[in-house]
């Protein structure tokens, strides 16, 4: 996939996405699958436990995010989370895209967790301050 983005390897197999606590305050990071979309500025990501994964709470406490792509020492960048709530043509873009990329790498049946996780997009160089990595 061609991107025009920041995201130098759309193939990679993980990013690594740093929230800031909710509550602590301080920087969380956590390895996880992402597809980007064709602009190459934006990222999405699928949360299979829902509201219930502390990344998506912090992120709704605080938007504000960063993105390494493919290894964890991999340059950070600066991101605004939007937690895609509603049913519409970007949620379904979102979870077709992270499914389409992991499901022929041999992780079983995915579609079951497409469509039951809670679709997350990440708009890379929107944010004024991201979180310290």
């Known amino acids: ?3 025009t983005g920041p995201v130098a390897d759309p193939d990679a197999d993980f990013c690594y996405l740093t929230t800031t606590g909710r509550r602590s305050g301080a ?3 956590i390895e996880i699958w992402f ?3 064709d602009d190459g500025t ?3 990501l699928l949360a299979g436990g829902r509201d219930s994964s502390d990344w998506v709470r912090n992120l709704r406490a605080d938007a504000r995010c ?3 792509i493919a290894t964890r020492d991999a340059p950070a960048h600066p991101g605004e989370a939007r937690v895609l709530d509603v049913d519409d043509d970007e949620s379904a873009a979102a979870r077709q895209l992270v499914f389409d990329k992991y499901q022929p790498r041999g992780h079983g049946d995915l579609a079951g967790w497409r469509d039951r996780s809670l679709p997350v997009a990440i708009d890379l160089g929107r944010a004024d301050v991201a979180p310290a990595d």
Request: glycine letters at 6%; zero cysteines.
């Open 35 to 37: 597809a980007v979309a």
């Open 27 to 29: 920087p969380h990071r």
């Open 42 to 44: 934006t990222l999405y």
């Open 66 to 68: 960063t993105v390494g």
């Open 1 to 3: 996939m061609a991107t």
